[in-house]
């Protein structure tokens, strides 16, 4: 079969491209190195910083492990497979698969990048699962890709943080409203071409496409978990003669502490609005949700812990994650790069090379905060220095931090455990039809950073 350009990249990505747990030990390696080398670090010092900075993320880790538990419990009910079934029915063609789930998947995540991934993934599984003719590979990438604009979007960590009173509001000369970061023109220009550049850039790979992967093609044991649903059907419907099954198996218990917790929800949202929602709060929305719609306790219990081994993969990555921050943190390593960069930069093309050295930094941190934390000290006064408007410098170091998501696989996480749910799908199936979005989001994020006011 003749691959077009695309397939062919992607399947280069698949061969050639780790794992995403083995890109991490590979990153995590070069940082001790690299500390070692350019710091004034020792060995032990900088393996220090990387035992100590393990558990730092701990937490984080913990939040994600239980909110996409929770969201897949909701997708292994009745009502969520019902639901399913009625988005479909909506799109009856693979184009319009790929258009409708890029446009979802953007609105959805500069809403709020807590919500968006789950909203796309449920989306795009449902797509996969229902119309023919899908390239379920390609469509996991335009779920994924829907998440270039998240960070620019309402609840972008960055922008939220200059704008509210914290430790580096000092050295940034005080606060910087969503007015001046996430609704300036340039943002608002740049999410706008990102989103419909990145639309039809999918819908021609889709048009073009010679090899299909169709979800059905990568579902695992189809005949088997037939069978199991079954069993599981006849389970939930069967009699409970002793008292302790009843009481196991009594709707009314997790219904009305999920409908206690909906009560708190309505209240609570309608109290603070999108301000409200956090990943702690996402959580509470999956758990209380999936309260409702499960059948009884048990059911709950059963699906959740299957569930959760789909989530592996974030609680073993996000500790190696934490020791790579900690190491270019406390080595001053983010220290040397950066000093680099200033160097060899004047005002018109810092705001570029801040653009590129976050890029390259998100390899190795792929969490904005942290890396803002990291970089700022250093980039915001030789900005000022070169007189380079502070919002420019912020939104570059966003832009940055977003750009090299396309092949740093960290954030496909927050996609995966629902996109692979009984598939084979893997990390590499999907990440290398990202790299002609890769360059897009260069392109357009560079111009709009050289020519576009703010």
């Known amino acids: 079969m003749n691959k077009n350009l695309s397939e062919r990249v992607a399947d280069l990505y698949s061969r050639y491209f780790p794992d995403a747990f083995i890109f991490a030990l590979l990153l995590t390696f070069i940082s001790i190195v690299s500390a070692i080398l350019f710091t004034d670090s020792s060995t032990f010092g900088v393996l220090g910083y990387w035992a100590n900075g393990m558990p730092d993320l701990f937490l984080f880790a913990f939040q994600l492990v239980i909110t996409y538990a929770a969201a897949l419990v909701l997708v292994d009910t009745p009502i969520m497979k019902k639901l399913i079934r009625k988005m479909a029915n909506y799109v009856k063609s693979p184009s319009a698969a790929y258009v409708s789930t890029s446009i979802i998947g953007a609105l959805t995540s500069f809403l709020g990048w807590y919500f968006g991934p789950v909203i796309t993934s449920l989306y795009a599984r449902a797509i996969g699962q229902n119309v023919d003719g899908v390239d379920y590979r390609l469509l996991a990438a335009v779920a994924y890709s829907s998440f270039t604009i998240s960070l620019t979007g309402i609840s972008g960590?960055?922008?939220?943080y200059v704008a509210t009173e914290g430790e580096l509001t000092e050295l940034l000369g005080g606060l910087y409203s969503l007015k001046e970061t996430t609704f300036?023109?340039?943002?608002?220009?740049?999410?706008?071409?990102?989103?419909?550049?990145?639309?039809?850039i999918f819908y021609y790979i889709g048009k073009g496409k010679k090899e299909i992967v169709t979800f059905n093609d990568l579902a695992i044991d189809k005949e088997v978990a037939a069978a199991l649903e079954e069993v599981?059907?006849?389970?939930?419907k069967q009699n409970?003669?002793?008292?302790?099954?009843?009481?196991?198996?009594?709707?009314?218990?997790?219904?009305?502490?999920g409908s206690l917790g909906?009560?708190?929800l309505i209240?609570?949202?309608?109290?603070?609005?999108?301000?409200?929602?956090?990943?702690?709060?996402?959580?509470?929305?999956?758990?209380?949700?999936?309260?409702?719609?499960?059948?009884?306790?048990?059911?709950?219990?059963?699906?959740?812990?299957?569930?959760?081994?789909?989530?592996?993969s974030i609680a073993l990555q996000f500790p190696l994650y934490g020791g790579i921050a900690a190491i270019l943190f406390q080595s001053g390593l983010t220290d040397v790069i950066t000093q680099w960069i200033v160097g060899i930069s004047n005002t018109a093309t810092y705001p570029i090379f801040t653009f590129l050295i976050t890029g390259f930094i998100n390899l190795f941190i792929p969490s904005a905060g942290s890396q803002f934390v990291a970089t700022a000290p250093f980039l915001v006064p030789a900005g000022v220095e070169l007189?380079?408007?502070?919002?420019?410098?912020?939104?570059?170091?966003?832009?940055?931090?977003?750009?090299?998501?396309?092949?740093?696989p960290f954030w496909a996480l927050l996609y995966f455990p629902i996109l692979s749910l009984g598939t084979r799908l893997t990390v590499r199936d999907f990440?290398?039809?990202?790299?002609?979005?890769?360059?897009?989001?260069?392109?357009?994020?560079?111009?709009?950073?050289?020519?576009?006011?703010?």
């Open 157 to 160: 960590t960055i922008p939220l």
């Open 267 to 312: 209240y609570f949202l309608g109290l603070h609005g999108l301000d409200g929602l956090n990943l702690n709060t996402v959580a509470f929305i999956a758990i209380t949700l999936g309260f409702l719609v499960h059948q009884n306790p048990t059911t709950y219990v059963e699906s959740f812990s299957k569930n959760m081994n789909a989530t592996s």
């Open 431 to 454: 990440m290398g039809y990202c790299l002609p979005i890769l360059v897009l989001l260069g392109v357009i994020w560079i111009l709009g950073l050289t020519f576009l006011p703010l």
């Open 232 to 236: 599981d059907d006849h389970n939930q």
């Open 262 to 264: 909906l009560l708190y």
């Open 240 to 257: 409970h003669t002793t008292f302790a099954e009843k009481i196991n198996h009594f709707r009314p218990i997790i219904f009305v502490i």
């Open 184 to 200: 300036s023109v340039m943002n608002l220009v740049t999410a706008f071409l990102i989103v419909t550049f990145t639309t039809i």
């Open 387 to 408: 007189g380079v408007d502070i919002p420019r410098i912020i939104m570059a170091i966003t832009y940055g931090d977003l750009w090299t998501n396309m092949i740093q």
